[in-house]
């Protein structure tokens, strides 16, 4: 569960309901350690039953310390592919993306931005089709631009129903009717234009 690192209120209710919906299902969270929605799903999921693994690309043995009671009992697991004491580097953290979605077997998008995080992290899943990617379709300008990329949407009807993520992956996944090329994108949309202010 992955998005921008400002989450709005309503936002963080549909990160709670999605993780109720993995608990349901008996699914991992599979989390990347970063701020806003995905420290949102791994900080409830451990206060509500989660089995959450946490690939982290710094300070694992810091993060270790801080939750070292949650993993006595069996709720998170810790993983790196950095050595446990090295700092943050964008190279780190490029990886451990990387290794997330390798590990997933659904990416879902709630918020995004053209050219930032969880849009980059997408596109560079797309390119190598790790894992599915369920893209929240709400008023968020990245998010479209993603479902226009043929990413398969999610709904809110979808998020508050007891469907399973499989189900909604098939019910919801598109015809390639207009297929846009990820490599042939302007370089003025992948930076994001102006236009995005005014959306």
């Known amino acids: 569960i992955t998005g921008l690192q400002t989450v709005s209120k309503k936002e963080k209710g549909y990160v709670k309901r999605l993780v109720d919906k993995l608990n349901n299902e008996d699914k991992w969270l599979i989390s990347n350690d970063c701020k806003g929605i995905d420290q949102e799903a791994f900080h409830y999921g451990l206060h509500h039953h989660s089995q959450i693994i946490c690939f982290v690309c710094e300070n694992m043995l810091n993060k270790i310390q801080e939750y070292k009671k949650s993993i006595r009992m069996g709720k998170v697991v810790f993983l790196s592919a950095v050595d446990p004491a090295k700092r ?89 009717i207009e297929e846009v090329n990820i490599d042939q994108m302007s370089i003025f949309e992948f930076i994001g234009d102006t236009n995005e202010s005014r959306i």
Request: aromatic share 12%.
């Open 88 to 176: 943050f580097t964008v190279t780190h953290a490029i990886d451990r993306n990387s290794y997330v979605c390798a590990l997933s077997m659904f990416q879902i998008v709630v918020s995004s931005k053209i050219n930032s995080g969880a849009t980059w992290f997408t596109m560079h899943n797309m390119h190598h089709n790790w894992t599915v990617s369920l893209v929240l379709d709400n008023d968020c300008f990245g998010n479209q631009r993603l479902l226009e990329m043929k990413t398969v949407p999610i709904y809110i009807k979808n998020i508050v129903s007891d469907t399973s993520f499989e189900m909604i992956y098939e019910l919801n996944k598109k015809e390639n």
